[in-house]
């Protein structure tokens, strides 16, 4: 790293930390913007509420959620807390937080009263916010927690340092900064890693009405292994039984070049009482197959016996039923797969039977049935009454719905539209869902559903069929309203287009907010991330389409081969074929919009994405034959032999490459891959291109974003690099958010609207 960028760094530091007393105790609330003309703008789409994490009290009456606040001038955040009653009106809404600090992770406790973290500690407060109480005492450690469901136990998730990839320094050498690395995975998405979660277990004791937590015990004492999961596991990993007895928890037990080349996390069930551990997934004799390190794990074949009775890929998220007697969680099957078809899998606690939800598409999130009716019981002698065991979410088509699992194995599809659910939980309230629900024109809100509660079906319908029963439901937030009310939104369009194997794709087009019927319009197409990621109705505050719509584009976004929602084999065509039939549907998606839509201005195109979009960019920039005008990467891929060695997590590489660059004879599909990295392209670049990156990105390295940049000036193509110190694979500070919308539009308005 150049010395230059090490001092523009501290120098960031600095001004990040030397704010001023009143400036780190202020109060960020709602933001009552006004906006000018009817247009988004970057800070508009900042002062917009994020709402979080919610959930019900245990009697049905209330539910506790989070927002989050930005505030650009002080550059931070403010996480509150609000409650409101649990109707389809979402009515009483009350503000629970009143001081600057953060209050995070609201949860009940049996007793009617709200959990919560603040200050790195758990905290209880009657539900209208009086009589808080600082319940837990651990110098500011926790992340997390969980209480039991008799309210006698809590599980606390806190950090441990951690020594096995890094050796901690002598202690007679406090100033030192070098770190001793001795294996892989010594840093995992935007930090080195020197310490990792435990979940620890402890008492409840409550004397004359104060409570206290006493008798912690690490549930993975003496493991070097982290739980929940890096980067993004949390306490939904972990789940209660009801009878407060046992702990299901999910957890990968591997280190350094082990870890990372495996997804292969279990499931694993602790005794409260007897401190004893069981894995859920494997039996006690299984032994893992040793793999060479730097080739792909595809050789293992779809349901092959070995993998469904050993669950080999990602296993997360455990709930318990609620009898108790039953265990379900997200389960992938292979090995080194971490977009392997997503499945919901069962576990009998009483026979160690597994059995599989049967769908089309991942599961993204489940949630068991609050009742479980008997299955197939007669209704006549042609029909049968069968009732909800889960209702979970997936995509299909480009949208994220609600759908419920029958008794009788039948899937019923609980919601409908142009929307994505991104959450659901029941209320506790006889069958109440709450959940959440956004779309590329509106942005997280918190729903009140009522699903069906039985199902009359014919005693011979086919299980392979969908069945439709749209659940009733009304919005209960407004967090956003007072913005959006002033906005004038682009118009969404959906077509199917052509590809060139005989197939069509879904891609959504937006207009402009001001659309003109007979105008012609600058127009983007959006590459996707993933590179098995959705191109739902997703709601960004980075790549946001309406902010897109506001400065007068139009955007194009394919929902090209290899994202799901459209079968795994479609999903699956990406992996090996990078820069082939994905590379043609972008293509055909835009050639579509320039040829069939009267406002497509075919002189005026610009492609632009992010990570996996970000590597699309690059090398559309070496064959687009002169289509668009100028380019954004964000965090791409730019040279795959490095990439193959800089980032953390090698599985991802080692499925996607198919092998180690340097493997000799080399399969075919590596070397494609190899061959058509974008760093080779660059003899075809002709076309002004934006090159942005974090510099604690450690997935993809900021240094691909800079070779693309110094590549693209030394070839003398305009070209900016727009990086960031302190950001990792995402823009998550205020200003740095600011800074980003303002250059990416100030570029393609340069090259798209001379």
């Not at 790195?120 to 110098?139: H, N, P, V, Y």
């Not at 602790?270 to 006690?284: F, G, I, Q, S, W």
Request: charged share 25%; hydrophobic share 35%; net charge negative.
């Amino acid at each position: 790293m150049k010395k230059t960028i090490i001092l523009i760094a501290s120098c960031l530091l600095l001004g990040m930390t030397s704010t001023t007393k009143a400036e780190e105790n202020v109060n960020i609330g709602k933001q009552n913007i006004k906006v000018s003309g009817g247009l988004m703008t970057p800070e508009a789409l900042w002062a917009m509420g994020r709402i979080g994490g919610y959930a019900a009290s245990p009697d049905g009456q209330k539910v506790v959620y989070q927002v989050g606040y930005y505030s650009v001038k002080h550059n931070k955040s403010h996480q509150v807390l609000y409650v409101m009653n649990c109707d389809s009106e979402g009515s009483g809404q009350q503000l629970l937080t009143t001081s600057s600090k953060n209050e995070t992770d609201p949860a009940w406790l049996p007793d009617g009263r709200i959990a919560f973290i603040t200050g790195g500690e758990i905290w209880a407060m009657k539900a209208d916010g009086t009589e808080r109480q600082q319940l837990s005492k651990t110098e500011g450690g926790v992340e997390g927690f969980k209480f039991s469901p008799d309210g006698k136990k809590v599980i606390i998730l806190k950090s441990i340092p951690f020594y096995e990839v890094i050796k901690k320094n002598p202690d007679d050498l406090p100033k030192a900064t070098g770190r001793l690395v001795t294996d892989a995975m010594f840093r995992h998405w935007d930090h080195y890693v020197e310490s990792i979660q435990h979940p620890f277990v402890a008492e409840v004791e409550t004397v004359n009405g104060q409570w206290s937590m006493v008798n912690e015990k690490d549930i993975l004492e003496g493991e070097p292994y982290e739980c929940p999961m890096e980067p993004f596991g949390g306490i939904e990993q972990l789940d209660w039984s009801p009878d407060s007895k046992q702990i299901a928890y999910t957890c990968r037990k591997k280190t350094g070049l082990e870890y990372s080349i495996s997804t292969d996390s279990d499931i694993f069930l602790y005794d409260v009482e007897t401190k004893t551990t069981r894995n859920l997934c494997k039996p006690a004799d299984y032994v893992a197959p040793k793999n060479d390190p730097t080739t792909t794990l595809k050789v293992q074949p779809v349901n092959a016996p070995e993998n469904l009775k050993n669950n080999v890929g990602y296993d997360q998220n455990p709930q318990f039923s609620p009898d108790g007697k039953q265990i379900a969680w997200l389960s992938m099957e292979r090995d080194g797969y971490e977009s392997d078809l997503n499945r919901l899998c069962i576990y009998d606690l009483a026979t160690g039977e597994k059995s599989y939800i049967d769908w089309k598409s991942d599961v993204d999130a489940f949630c068991w049935a609050p009742y479980q009716g008997k299955q197939n019981k007669k209704l006549n002698e042609k029909a049968i009454w069968s009732s909800p065991r889960f209702y979970f979410l997936s995509v299909w088509e480009g949208c994220c719905n609600i759908y419920s699992v029958l008794n009788s194995g039948h899937i019923i599809q609980m919601t409908e539209g142009w929307h994505d659910w991104t959450s659901l939980q029941m209320a506790n309230k006889g069958n109440v869902m709450l959940a959440t629900c956004q779309s590329l024109s509106h942005p997280t809100d918190i729903y009140y559903l009522l699903p069906s509660g039985k199902f009359a079906l014919r005693k011979d319908a086919p299980k392979d069929k969908v069945y439709k029963a749209n659940a009733e439901r009304w919005q209960m937030t407004h967090e956003n309203d007072h913005i959006l009310d002033q906005l004038s939104l682009g118009k969404m369009e959906q077509y199917w287009v052509p590809t060139s194997d005989g197939k069509k794709e879904l891609v959504w087009v937006m207009l402009p907010s001001n659309y003109e019927k007979g105008k012609k319009y600058p127009t983007l197409l959006f590459c996707e991330g993933g590179p098995q990621s959705p191109v739902s109705q997703f709601w960004s505050y980075r790549w946001n389409f309406q902010i897109m719509a506001a400065h007068g584009y139009v955007i194009v976004a394919p929902n090209r081969h290899g994202l799901p929602g459209f079968g795994q084999e479609w999903k699956e065509q990406i992996s090996g074929d990078w820069t082939g039939q994905c590379m043609s549907d972008y293509l055909a998606a835009i050639d579509f919009a320039a040829d069939s839509l009267d406002y497509v201005d075919r002189d005026r195109l610009g492609a632009v994405g992010a990570s996996f979009g970000g590597f699309s960019v690059y090398y559309l920039a070496g064959i687009h034959e002169k289509r668009f005008k100028c380019f954004i990467a964000h965090d791409g891929a730019f040279n795959l032999a490095s990439m193959y060695t800089e980032t953390e997590e090698n599985w991802f590489s080692n499925w996607e490459y198919d092998e180690a660059y340097w493997h000799r004879p080399q399969m075919p599909n590596a070397k494609k891959t190899y061959h058509d990295s974008p760093h080779k392209m660059v003899e075809n670049w002709d076309t002004p291109i934006l090159c942005i990156h974090g510099e604690k990105d450690y997935r993809i390295n900021y240094t691909q974003g800079m070779s693309a940049f110094n590549a693209a000036r030394m070839k003398g193509i305009e070209a900016q690099f727009l990086v960031f110190p302190d950001e990792n694979h995402w823009v998550l500070k205020p200003q740095n958010g600011i800074l980003w919308q303002r250059t990416y539009f100030n570029w393609l308005d340069r090259w798209l609207k001379k």
